[in-house]
């Protein structure tokens, strides 16, 4: 899977991954109320935004990127018809030829975390027919229970040909609370990022393993160090822009030939149009306004990759 | 919320939630042949006989317990068809009284967890409409992220007058892996505990804090440990039965008047058709095995509570 990825990276010169985590104030008022007016303002109506929404995005910079990360609580606030448009928006990603990361933070005990793996990863036995459910290409999954809550994804991985990102040290203001504290003279995050290279040794695809890491932008000191740790371990890096995160402080990140992390940003691409720098290109072309940004990103990330 | 709960628990005496963790392996032949029948080996027909065994044993059961428990991965993993049959679960269970702890695990950044929690413990604000997505009472929820990851939970506890038990120490075999490494001479578990200590007076209701704890029976030393250390957090302890944990592990869980905890059993109650014990139901009568075990398993914990 992650040699996919690399690939995709390559070919558009972009580690860049385009979060599509639709709230509903980031969708300009002509889709929601066309929206709302065919189907109210309820759950479908909301839902049928969203769509509508990503579907613009998507098709504005499909090829400029390698890859998306639909945040699924965005669909999951919207119920059963918000789940049915996140599986549709997957679908139609994957069509477009970009790699769908699911971001999800999915993460229990062994046979439940295999339910979580066949939901995203792989398919599920139904009698003689096998069945996938939300079918992406990758998956964030939370390591707090330990190996035998990994190994499911893991062996999914490997079965299915997909990749996983596992969280090590996460992008928001508290993720050091636990995080950060010392074992053993080491933080959390560090002994995370210890188990996350022994689990990936399991699925290597040439370099690079399919079990990747999140290392947040927001603390760059620590991309740095482990790089160092983890020079196997393709990283997931949220939080820049709208978060705080730079190019300069991901320099470390990425290795001479400029692989090693994708870049995600999420607010900074699909909300651009709310921004002044952007609002030459008006409400009716959002889409228009996440390419500019998709560029501008492309061009800022340039100067580290 | 939690006092709800507690309520619960006296009237029926029986600090027991019931997991509806509903593997196709744990549904009778019969009922899998029949939703096939009719919808086919596909997600549907999974989702249809996992409806109809769900609904049996609710219907067996919901007199007897005050909660049920059911694994959100394993109506993922049946995509959005599965996922129309966990809310129609959550919806039946409340209207039958029963308290509904949708165990999902979930927990991310700030406004993602905010989108998580108006998912399961809230409702969405679409145009000028409050909609509700999936609407369960309780929602179980990692801490790995910190406080602004559960803060979100927490408000939409005092909102809704809902409740969620945060993953302190779980059930698995690898829980240690990074639960127990010791920061500062105390176990993971143990400052995660501290946390949930604090977060939990921001939602008090009565004695109890609607911030509950999940804490493994499979590790009983620590339960004794967890309880002097969070007195007013009520605990889900799951790992009872399948996973190995006994009533007599559990004594320390409760209060003087035996309160302070509910523990889950899913495979025992919802499988027991398969074991030799409740043999003489017969398969067509799988929805009494799961109440004699609910019998059973009340019987067992008044040894401790």
Same mark, same amino acid.
């Given at each position: 899977?992650?040699?996919?990825?690399?690939?995709?990276?390559?070919?558009?010169?972009? *580690?860049?991954?385009?979060?599509?985590?639709?709230?509903? $104030?980031?969708?300009?008022?002509?889709?929601?109320?066309?929206?709302?007016?065919?189907?109210?303002?309820?759950?479908?109506?909301?839902?049928?935004? /969203?769509?509508?929404?990503?579907?613009?995005?998507?098709?504005?910079?499909?090829?400029?990127?390698?890859?998306?990360?639909?945040?699924?609580?965005? =669909?999951?606030?919207?119920? !059963? *018809?918000?789940? @049915? !448009?996140?599986?549709? $928006?997957?679908? #139609?990603?994957?069509?477009?030829?970009?790699?769908?990361?699911?971001?999800?933070?999915?993460?229990?005990?062994?046979?439940?975390?295999?339910?979580?793996?066949? @939901?995203?990863?792989?398919?599920?036995?139904?009698?003689?027919?096998?069945?996938?459910?939300? %079918?992406?290409?990758?998956?964030?999954?939370?390591? #707090?229970?330990?190996?035998?809550?990994?190994? *499911?994804?893991?062996?999914?991985?490997?079965? +299915?040909?997909?990749?996983?990102?596992?969280?090590?040290?996460?992008?928001?203001?508290?993720?050091?609370? +636990?995080?950060?504290?010392?074992?053993?003279?080491?933080?959390? #995050?560090?002994?995370?990022?210890?188990?996350?290279?022994?689990?990936?040794?399991?699925?290597? %695809?040439?370099?690079?393993?399919?079990?990747?890491?999140? /290392?947040?932008?927001? #603390?760059?000191?620590?991309?740095?160090?482990?790089?160092?740790?983890?020079?196997?371990?393709?990283?997931?890096?949220?939080?820049?822009?709208?978060?705080?995160?730079?190019?300069?402080?991901?320099?470390?990140?990425?290795?001479? %030939?400029?692989?090693?992390? /994708?870049?995600?940003?999420?607010?900074?691409?699909?909300?651009?149009?709310?921004?002044? $720098? =952007?609002?030459?290109?008006?409400?009716?072309?959002?889409?228009?306004?996440?390419?500019?940004? !998709?560029?501008?990103?492309?061009?800022?990330?340039?100067?580290?990759?």
């Amino acid at each position: 899977m992650i040699s996919r990825l690399i690939r995709r990276i390559s070919e558009t010169g972009a *580690p860049i991954c385009v979060g599509l985590d639709p709230m509903l $104030t980031h969708i300009p008022e002509f889709i929601l109320s066309r929206a709302y007016e065919e189907k109210g303002e309820t759950l479908e109506g909301a839902a049928e935004a /969203v769509w509508q929404f990503n579907r613009a995005i998507v098709d504005a910079v499909a090829d400029l990127v390698p890859c998306v990360k639909p945040q699924l609580a965005m =669909y999951e606030q919207f119920g !059963v *018809p918000g789940l @049915a !448009v996140y599986q549709r $928006t997957v679908q #139609y990603c994957r069509a477009k030829g970009l790699i769908v990361i699911a971001d999800g933070k999915r993460g229990d005990i062994g046979s439940t975390s295999a339910a979580y793996a066949a @939901a995203h990863l792989g398919s599920v036995q139904i009698g003689k027919s096998s069945c996938a459910a939300f %079918d992406s290409d990758m998956l964030t999954v939370n390591p #707090y229970l330990g190996s035998d809550g990994i190994k *499911p994804f893991v062996d999914a991985c490997n079965a +299915f040909d997909r990749g996983i990102f596992v969280l090590v040290k996460t992008s928001n203001p508290s993720s050091g609370e +636990f995080q950060d504290r010392l074992i053993d003279g080491k933080p959390l #995050y560090w002994r995370v990022a210890e188990k996350v290279v022994e689990w990936g040794r399991s699925s290597m %695809d040439g370099e690079w393993s399919n079990v990747g890491a999140v /290392v947040g932008a927001t #603390y760059p000191e620590m991309i740095g160090e482990l790089r160092g740790l983890m020079p196997h371990t393709f990283f997931l890096i949220p939080g820049y822009g709208a978060q705080g995160g730079r190019a300069e402080d991901l320099k470390d990140a990425f290795d001479r %030939d400029g692989i090693g992390a /994708v870049v995600n940003s999420s607010r900074g691409i699909i909300a651009a149009w709310k921004k002044d $720098t =952007y609002a030459r290109f008006g409400t009716e072309h959002f889409a228009d306004a996440s390419r500019a940004a !998709v560029l501008a990103m492309k061009e800022d990330l340039a100067k580290v990759c």
